[in-house]
C-alpha cells in the first residue's frame, strides 16, 4: 500500500501500554492513529475508515474479511477488573440490566452468562449514553473500561465477566483485538508488533505518563489485563463465537 495505514485504537487506559511505543513516534511514517471507544472503533473498520483496529471481537462475524494482525489484546485469564455486572442488590434481585453502549463484545458475553451461567432471565435495555446515574435499586448496568473502574467505587456488588468466564470454561477471554480488514504487509505486522511490546516492555513509563489515582494501574496491567493472544486465549475466543452463532448475537 503506498498511503499511510489507518488504525484506530481504543481510547482506555488498558489500550495505553500498546499504543505507547506509536505515541513515542514509532511507525510515524507508515501510519495514522485515531482514537474513539471500542463501538466506534468497530464501526469504522466495519465502513472501511479504518485498516486496522483495536476492535471488540464481537466484530468479527459483521466483517466479510479478517486477519487478526497482531500478537497482543485485550485479554484476561480470571479477573479483568474493568468489565463488570454492577448493582446494588444481589444477583438474584435484579430486575433490569442496562448494557454499555460502549461496547460490543462484553454485552453479548452479558448475555451469554445471564443465561448459561448466572441463570438470570432480567429486562435488557440498550442505552445509547451516559447511563451510569441510573445504575441504583433493582437496575443494574454492564460497564466497560476506565468507567467501571470508578463504577467499582459506587456499586455494592460487582460481578466481574472475565471472573465469570473463566469459572463457567476454565478459558480465558479475549476482548479485543488488531483485527485488519483487507491483507496487510508482513513487514507492517513486524514493527506494529515491535511498537505494541515497547510500552508492554515499559510498564513504570507508561504509569508514569497516565498517573490514575482509582484503581491501581500496575495490578490492573500485569494481573488483570493479560495483553498476550497466545493459544489458550484463541481457544477462549473460539468458544465465545460459537456462543454467539449459538445464540444469534
Ligand atoms: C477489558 C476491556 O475490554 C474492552 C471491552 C470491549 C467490549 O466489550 O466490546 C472492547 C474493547 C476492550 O477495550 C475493557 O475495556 O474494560
Known amino acids: 500500500m503506498d498511503r499511510k495505514i489507518r488504525v484506530g485504537a481504543v481510547q482506555y487506559l ?31 473498520l466495519i465502513e472501511d475508515q479504518v ?7 464481537a466484530t468479527i462475524p ?14 484476561c485469564d480470571g479477573e479483568v477488573a474493568s468489565v463488570g455486572l454492577f448493582s446494588d442488590v444481589p444477583m438474584e434481585e435484579i430486575s433490569t440490566v442496562l448494557l454499555d453502549y460502549q461496547s460490543r463484545t462484553s454485552v453479548r458475553l452479558a448475555r451469554i452468562l445471564m443465561k448459561e451461567f448466572w441463570k438470570i432471565d432480567p429486562e435488557i435495555i ?4 451516559d447511563f451510569r446515574g441510573q445504575i441504583k435499586g433493582t437496575t443494574a448496568g454492564i460497564v466497560i473500561g ?5 463504577q467499582r467505587k459506587d456499586s455494592a456488588y ?9 469459572e463457567m470454561t476454565g478459558l480465558p477471554f479475549v476482548f479485543a483485538a488488531w483485527i485488519a480488514n483487507k491483507k496487510i504487509a508482513p513487514e507492517f ?9 515497547y510500552g508492554l516492555d515499559r510498564l513504570e513509563e507508561v504509569v508514569e505518563k497516565y ?10 496491567y500485569k494481573e488483570n489485563i493479560d495483553y498476550k493472544l497466545d493459544s489458550k486465549k484463541m481457544e477462549g475466543l473460539e468458544l465465545y463465537l460459537k456462543y454467539l452463532r449459538q445464540f444469534g448475537l
Open 211 to 220: 498517573p490514575y489515582k482509582t484503581y491501581d494501574l500496575f495490578t490492573y
Open 14 to 44: 488498558n489500550t495505553k501500554p500498546l499504543i505507547y511505543g506509536l505515541q513515542q513516534g514509532m511507525m510515524q511514517e507508515e501510519l495514522d492513529l485515531v482514537m474513539d471507544y471500542p463501538a466506534n472503533v468497530a464501526k469504522m
Open 158 to 166: 460487582v460481578f466481574d465477566l472475565g471472573q465469570a468466564w473463566k
Open 189 to 197: 505486522i513486524k514493527g506494529f508488533n515491535e511498537a505494541n511490546r
Open 126 to 129: 440498550d442505552t445509547r449514553d
Open 146 to 150: 476506565d468507567r467501571a473502574l470508578e
Open 62 to 75: 459483521k466483517l466479510k474479511e479478517f486477519h487478526i494482525v497482531c500478537d497482543y489484546g485485550i485479554a
Open 51 to 57: 485498516d486496522i483496529g483495536l476492535v471488540p471481537v
